[in-house]
């Protein structure tokens, strides 16, 4: 296999290594992704995932074209393919706790792809991002499309997948597709990852579930989101914040 899961104290490294091949994902890989993520979650200690290139000057070529090749002509691994990659992106899309993308060099196709269902994004100077089913011949799923719109806009969107362009970092940054470019965004991810760690975690991961929610199409509050609101005022975090706040002293959640 050629991802691996390192932990840091909170933060945890989900490292995609196929340097050889400029990270691109294998099926192997695609089923193996979600595993590790949700290792990550179960595991109390942490509380942000960065997703990021075991190599620097890597981040992700997208899915293994030579693969593609070999076995595209069978249905039943076509079929297992695309529910494997579905599965990926979505697990990084639902997961519990934030995910930040450190791009730290080219983010193509099924790389991309990834990217765009962590949180948040930041890139090197370098880095070079694409969507590039047009150049292939090939069709991205609904739900991977919308992960794009969601990002960018219908507009920049059809942009993006009608010409198969790679968008330096400076480009993906003024149309919304990473937040930050960062000379080493590893390093900036981490730094932004223990920022996120040190707050109520109960606040981060429920405002991270309900803008899921908005971003699938609920306009109103329901019962869920009622008691998230509501319940958080009879936590230990809301005691130990307020508490801080008292005596100008940081939180200790």
Request: charged share 25%; aromatic share 6%; with cysteine.
């Amino acid at each position: 296999m050629s991802l691996r899961l390192e932990h840091d104290g909170t933060v945890a490294r989900l490292l995609i290594d196929r340097p050889d091949r400029r990270n691109a994902m294998t099926q192997a890989m695609w089923e193996q992704l979600p595993r590790l993520l949700d290792e990550a979650m179960a595991d109390v200690s942490v509380r942000v995932l960065i997703l990021a290139s075991a190599t620097p000057g890597l981040f992700c070529a997208g899915a293994d074209i030579n693969e593609f090749a070999a076995c595209s002509g069978a249905e039943d691994w076509r079929i297992a393919n695309q529910a494997a990659i579905r599965a990926s992106q979505y697990a990084l899309a639902h997961a519990e706790k934030p995910v930040i993308a450190a791009i730290d060099g080219d983010c193509v196709g099924g790389g991309c792809g990834l990217a765009i269902a962590c949180d948040l994004r930041i890139a090197a100077p370098a880095a070079r991002l694409g969507i590039t089913p047009a150049k292939l011949g090939i069709v991205y799923s609904l739900f991977d499309t919308k992960l794009l719109v969601d990002l960018v806009g219908p507009a920049r969107a059809r942009r993006i997948l009608f010409t198969g362009a790679l968008h330096d970092a400076g480009e993906a940054l003024a149309i919304g597709l990473v937040d930050e470019i960062a000379a080493d965004p590893l390093a900036a991810a981490d730094a932004l990852a223990r920022t996120i760690a040190d707050n109520a975690q109960h606040s981060v991961r429920s405002s991270k579930a309900i803008i899921r929610r908005i971003l699938d199409g609920q306009a109103d509050d329901d019962l869920t989101t009622l008691a998230l609101f509501r319940d958080a005022f009879t936590l230990p975090d809301f005691a130990e914040g307020v508490a801080a706040f008292r005596k100008k002293r940081p939180p200790d959640f």
